[in-house]
């Protein structure tokens, strides 16, 4: 079966707003430079959407040295180098690992943006997949997140208003597949290769309107009634599929993959 790339997003900071791209290499940890920064807690615990839906606001750029970081929650942008300094012990759901301090400007600006106190880290050190062998950033448990097109299609067929893929956040939305298709998908070769390792469960990000930060609980509950099942010894609302790359390259919209 053949899919085409229909978009490709990265999010430079975990649970703020995408970047479209044309063209994105695929690393070992994923899209480059993608969950490569994150908003921690005082005490070290990771902040995303699930708890700030104002996040949701706040749009990064990252070309791998100058953040660039702008929200309506703010005055100016936050521009920033991207700072070197000794590792600190964050958590990623309730997960160790590590990341480097931004400094006390990035800090103050995620702060008063927010209304909470908070500290910006960029990802160092290696962290594994939950499972398939895999290594990523600060990305949930695996370091690729793949949707269908068509998918969303069937989905907005069952709510009342149409729903944009944004709320699913996807690293690769593909076409082609029809409705579900990628639930039977093990393997995507193109460019790059990736190894499809397991649905993607849901959660409340997914209620959130990512133009204006507010909820509803409409989404979660369309798909609770017909995508629930259970997954490593849990019971997820899922869509999507999550994977680790096999092989590296250079993905472009409009790329052929082929699925299997």
């Known amino acids: 079966m053949i899919a085409v790339i229909a978009a490709l997003n990265v999010y430079p900071v975990k649970s703020a707003a995408g970047v479209p791209l044309a063209e994105a290499d695929m690393t070992p940890d994923g899209l480059r430079h993608d969950r490569a920064f994150m908003l921690v807690r005082p005490d070290g615990r990771h902040l995303s959407q699930r708890e700030v839906p104002a996040l949701a606001l706040v749009h990064p750029a990252y070309d791998g040295v100058k953040l660039t970081v702008s929200s309506p929650l703010a005055d100016a942008p936050l521009i920033c180098e991207a700072a070197d300094g000794p590792p600190r012990d964050v958590t990623v759901h309730r997960r160790p690992c590590q990341g480097i301090d931004q400094g006390d400007d990035a800090a103050g600006w995620f702060s008063d943006a927010l209304g909470l106190p908070c500290r910006l880290v960029r990802f160092t050190g290696t962290r594994p997949t939950m499972r398939g062998g895999g290594t990523l950033a600060y990305a949930d448990g695996y370091p690729v997140s793949v949707r269908s097109q068509e998918s969303l299609d069937d989905l907005n067929r069952r709510t009342a208003g149409p729903l944009p893929m944004n709320r699913f956040r996807p690293n690769i939305l593909l076409s082609g597949l029809g409705p579900y298709g990628e639930d039977g998908v093990t393997r995507l070769r193109g460019a790059a290769e990736i190894e499809l390792i397991r649905p993607c469960g849901r959660c409340v990000i ?46 472009r919209v409009g790329d052929e993959l082929t699925a299997s």
């Open 206 to 251: 997914v209620n959130t309107d990512q133009e204006t930060g507010e909820r509803s609980p409409a989404t979660l509950r369309a798909l609770a009634t017909y995508r629930t099942g259970r997954f490593d010894g849990a019971r997820e609302i899922v869509f999507g599929r999550l994977g680790v790359p096999r092989a590296l390259g250079t993905l």
